[in-house]
């Protein structure tokens, strides 16, 4: 079964760590052809909105609907349409970029794993490395070519969790590119960073977290960091 959907909604989405509220009624709406920053300073629950939205953790308590779906009754389907991109890379450094990218192609069903790959390396500029192993790429080439390995099966949802960390300038402008790429195409991307001047001017709307509660959201953010601090400054 092929699913689709154009809307993400979280609705009242907490999650507990025993005793400690990771996060806490969390609710929002975004669909597609746009860019949802979940922004907020460390243990603001950046990354378990992430993990949860991604279905690798399961809420505990509120919905999360990708349309009219539920992770819950959609399973192996739904998941093939989110890429994630979290702080672990999953590339394997003995092996060419051409190699770790067909190999993921081929695990999410791909006819042609190799087109795929070389598809993928030619939309991160590395098509001229494609047969270098993975060990001999700078960090920012690296996280241009885990970026493609979330992308190569043509996600709907893509969740992204601090991806410019540790990029220098120019793959920062590439990724920044990439993104807005994604958005014309009718993605729908949610992003968790803490680098509000790479974000300035990318994100459609913005969620404000703080210790695990939605401090405010704001749609079309402007001046993205005075207005991180008069947000943040009132939480």
């Known amino acids: 079964m092929s699913i689709d959907f154009n809307e993400l909604t979280a609705e009242d989405v907490s999650r507990h760590f025993g005793r400690r509220k990771a996060l806490s009624r969390i609710s929002f709406r975004t669909g597609t052809g746009s860019i949802l920053g979940l922004l907020g300073p460390n243990g603001a629950g950046k990354s378990t909105m992430i993990a949860v939205l991604a279905t690798l953790l399961r809420p505990s308590g509120g919905d999360i609907r990708y349309g009219t779906h539920m992770a819950s009754a959609t399973g192996a389907e739904l998941r093939a349409r989110i890429g994630v991109l979290g702080h672990d890379l999953f590339l394997y450094p003995e092996l060419t970029a051409r190699e770790n990218l067909a190999f993921f192609a081929g695990l999410y069903g791909a006819a042609n794993?190799?087109?795929?790959?070389?598809?993928?390396?030619?939309?991160?500029?590395?098509?001229?490395?494609?047969?270098?192993?993975i060990s001999s790429f700078s960090r920012g080439m690296r996280q241009r070519v885990a970026l493609e390995r979330s992308l190569v099966h043509g996600p709907r949802l893509v969740l992204?969790?601090?991806?410019?960390?540790?990029?220098?300038?120019?793959?920062?402008?590439?990724?920044?590119?990439?993104?807005?790429?994604?958005r014309n195409e009718g993605a729908i991307v949610v992003l968790a960073t803490h680098d509000l001047d790479l974000a300035e001017g990318l994100l459609d709307s913005a969620l404000f977290l703080r210790d695990g509660r939605m401090v405010e959201a704001v749609a079309r953010p402007g001046a993205l960091r005075s207005t991180y601090r008069s947000i943040m400054g009132r939480a």
């Open 160 to 182: 992204l969790d601090e991806p410019f960390t540790g990029l220098d300038d120019a793959s920062a402008a590439a990724l920044v590119a990439r993104l807005r790429g994604l």
């Open 113 to 133: 794993a190799r087109a795929a790959a070389d598809a993928a390396l030619d939309r991160a500029g590395l098509a001229d490395r494609a047969d270098d192993p």
